[in-house]
């Protein structure tokens, strides 16, 4: 009883549910409900202190910043907004404040990403059959999923495919650009409220041992400079017998993409692979091949019973 009357109280302000309101439609950083609801940070950072403490919000810090959106576990907050009215000129005027910031900062990022050179469509830039990984994908995915991580999430495309079946998505990547571009394009498809992306480290994921029931990376192991880690750590974080799915380039001989592309490894063959996934506690299923200008498999494992030697994860 007293974490329920701690929660109305800590929402018996108008701010305050203001600030619900808009944090469960995607997550914001103190700055960007500074601009949306036209208030000082000082004043801002009390109230979403006091809703963080009773648990209404939860604070996710990224560099610099912090992200403030509602926990998983948020029911009252939940059935509290479910009883505002939709038409309240108010929260309306927050939401279009929301939309036209997210339209902004998604402008800045691609903007940050043409001016330092970076080409974060790997698709197009290697001229990869983009409908069909997309379908091939899906394919391998059951039709209904619990909780789905998508490791190296980018532009959060996969979020957007994977939504419709997953009662939970989340992307992780390590660029803040990339995280910018993502949430502005879930909060432009309506997304938000179940789809969420934070900074983290691949190979150290602040998550807790076998959360998720599929675990994904998607043209992401090419980069990794330790790939039987990276894979060991996703590994971690899903639970016995979930899926385990590696989207990535299959052996190419095309020297030329390593330095233009910063690739680290040139294709992966299934041996490879399989030797990873066994090393990481997973079971290699029958990879699935794309054909293409560059060829590219899709490599599913299931998740063996027992624990998985691996970083331990970070908390924030």
């Not at 091939?136 to 999923?145: E, G």
């Not at 974080?237 to 030329?256: C, M, N, Q, S």
């Amino acid at each position: 009883m007293d974490r329920v009357l701690s929660q109305l109280r800590a929402a018996a302000e108008p701010t305050r549910l203001r600030l619900l309101a808009l944090c469960a439609r995607g997550a914001f950083c103190v700055s960007d409900l500074c601009e949306v609801l036209g208030q000082s940070q000082p004043r801002l950072s009390r109230h979403l202190k006091l809703l963080v403490e009773a648990g209404l919000l939860e604070r996710v810090p990224e560099g610099a910043n912090a992200y403030f959106g509602l926990p998983p576990d948020a029911d009252l907050a939940r059935m509290i907004l479910a009883r505002l009215p939709e038409d309240d000129p108010q929260l309306a005027a927050d939401r279009r404040q929301a939309v036209r910031l997210a339209a902004e900062r998604a402008r800045e990022a691609s903007d940050a990403f043409r001016r330092h050179g970076a080409d974060w469509d790997e698709n197009r830039a290697l001229d990869l059959p983009a409908a069909a990984i997309e379908a091939a994908t899906l394919d391998l995915l059951p039709p209904r999923i619990g909780a789905f991580l998508d490791v190296g999430t980018g532009t959060g495309r996969l979020l957007e495919l994977v939504a419709p079946r997953a009662e939970r998505a989340l992307g992780v990547d390590a660029s803040r650009d990339m995280l910018a571009l993502a949430r502005a394009r879930l909060a432009e498809r309506g997304l938000a409220d179940r789809c969420a992306v934070r900074q983290a480290d691949m190979y150290r994921l602040p998550l807790p041992d076998g959360g998720f029931d599929v675990v994904a990376l998607q043209m992401v192991l090419h980069y990794a400079e330790d790939p039987a880690a990276a894979l060991a750590e996703a590994a971690r974080v899903l639970r016995p017998d979930g899926l385990l799915l590696l989207v990535d380039l299959a052996p190419h001989g095309r020297a030329e993409l390593l330095e233009r592309h910063a690739h680290r490894w040139p294709g992966f063959d299934d041996a490879a692979l399989a030797g990873w996934l066994g090393a990481a506690g997973c079971a290699a299923l029958p990879p699935v091949a794309v054909p293409g200008a560059v060829p590219v498999r899709l490599w599913p494992a299931r998740r063996l019973p027992g624990r998985v030697s691996a970083p331990a994860a970070l908390t924030f």
